[in-house]
Each structure stands twice: as structure tokens, then as C-alpha cells.
């Protein structure tokens, strides 16, 4: 599981993906890499939850010819088919794949979010695989547990989210809810290793890591107990 979210604040938006990847059944973190691939005609990058898939790298160089947003968002139903069909090729399971992006929108002058992929029903979206715009910040289904490090106004509004306090917040929020990766099988915590940024503006694109958690490879996350349950 990979936790993507944006977030758009006036002239600057910011990219947010932990970079743990586990085996599905045992929750055991396998590695670790990034969950972004820029777009290179315009400041523009798409977070990725299935990047550790060979098959999704061919599909997403589709995104590669995108030369500004409208573009883009055209393009992301197209680089999920490509992905799909190779999928196929290799077998079932067929894995499902979203993708949030990022992109700089000239015409508006301000970052634009996009979001598409399977499973999207459950964010209020019609139908997988239609992109659509996000209203200034997307976390997934992550949205109401985080809902209160928002101080009871929007993500949109500086003052009541940190760029990189408030996604520290975020992130170590859903790291704490066990996740059942395997129908009815056990649950797991599926997000960590690194917690990865992309800033973006007009100008361009800027990579940093905002946190590491120290988990190890070859072991499952373990989360410290609460105070109150320790004592």
C-alpha cells in the first residue's frame, strides 16, 4: 500500500508518498524507492502506487508527451490501460494502479491536481479510471482520519497546514491504521520507510525528504505502544 496525497497552497503545490514497499501477505517492508515520475515538458509530476511494477514504467512514459495540465489529465486514463494491459499479458492477479499528479496549470496560474486510477468509487468518484480534478488537496480515503491536524479549516490554507509539519502529522496518522492488503487475511501496517516531498511553482520542481522512520527491511512495522498502554 502507498499513501499519495497533494495539496495545493496559492502559487505552490507539494507532492507528498511514503517510499515502503512490503509483501502483501506477511507486511514485511521488501525495500524502499520513490513513488514520483516528473513529466519533463512542463513542472509537472505524478505520483505512482504501483511504480515498483516493471509494467509501470512503459505505461507512464505516455505521461512523458504531456506538454502542459490539460494535457496531462487526458493522459492518465491511457497510462492506467497501458498498465492494465501488460498486466494482463503477465497473468492474474492484474494489480490496480492510481495515480496522483501534480502539474503546474498556466492558464490559471496555479497548481492543478489531478487524480485517477481503480477503487475510486469510494471517493465519490462515478467511475474508475476517469480522471478527475481534486478541489485543492488529496488524501484518499485518509481524508477523515486526518481531518482534525486541519484545525477545522482546509489543507488549502497555510494557516491551518503545514506544508511539512502538517504532512509529517498526516502521514504518521494513517501509519498508525492497519491496513488488510489480503481480502480477509491479516492486517498490517503498509506505510513507511521515507516520507518524500515535491514542491512545485512556476519556476519548477523541488525533491526533499521530509522524515525516515527507520524501519528496517525484512521486518514488519511496529508501531510504539501509547503511554497510557505501556504503563
Not at 144 to 153: L, N, Q
Not at 174 to 186: E, H, I, L, N, Q
Not at 208 to 230: K, M, V
Amino acid at each position: 500500500m502507498t499513501m499519495i496525497s497533494a495539496v495545493a497552497q496559492g502559487e505552490r503545490g507539494y507532492l507528498y508518498a511514503d517510499t515502503g514497499l512490503f509483501d502483501s501477505t506477511s507486511g514485511k517492508l521488501i525495500g524502499t524507492e520513490t513513488k514520483f515520475r516528473r513529466c519533463f515538458r512542463f513542472p509537472a509530476a505524478v505520483g505512482v502506487t504501483m511504480s515498483g511494477r516493471p509494467q509501470a514504467s512503459t505505461a507512464l512514459k505516455v505521461l512523458n508527451e504531456a506538454r502542459n495540465a490539460d494535457e496531462l489529465l487526458y493522459k492518465l486514463p491511457i497510462a492506467i490501460a497501458q498498465f492494465k494491459l501488460q498486466s494482463r499479458r503477465l497473468g492474474p492477479p492484474t494489480p490496480y494502479m492510481q495515480l496522483v499528479a501534480l502539474a503546474w496549470g498556466a492558464k490559471q496560474h496555479r497548481p492543478r491536481i489531478f487524480v485517477c486510477g481503480d477503487g475510486l468509487q469510494n471517493f465519490g468518484i462515478m467511475r474508475d479510471d476517469e480522471p478527475c480534478e481534486a478541489p485543492g488537496y488529496w488524501f484518499g480515503s485518509a481524508t477523515d482520519e486526518i481531518a482534525k491536524h486541519w484545525a477545522g479549516g482546509s489543507p488549502t490554507d497555510p494557516a491551518c497546514f503545514h506544508p511539512v509539519h502538517g504532512a509529517q502529522a498526516v502521514y504518521d496518522t494513517a501509519r498508525a491504521v492497519p491496513f488488510p492488503m489480503m481480502g480477509d487475511g491479516p492486517v498490517h501496517h503498509f506505510i513507511g520507510g521515507q516520507l518524500q516531498a515535491i514542491e512545485l511553482s512556476a519556476s519548477g520542481l523541488e525533491a526533499f525528504q521530509l522524515h525516515d522512520w527507520g524501519d528496517r527491511i525484512g521486518d514488519a512495522i511496529t508501531l510504539p505502544e501509547p503511554l497510557e498502554a505501556a504503563s
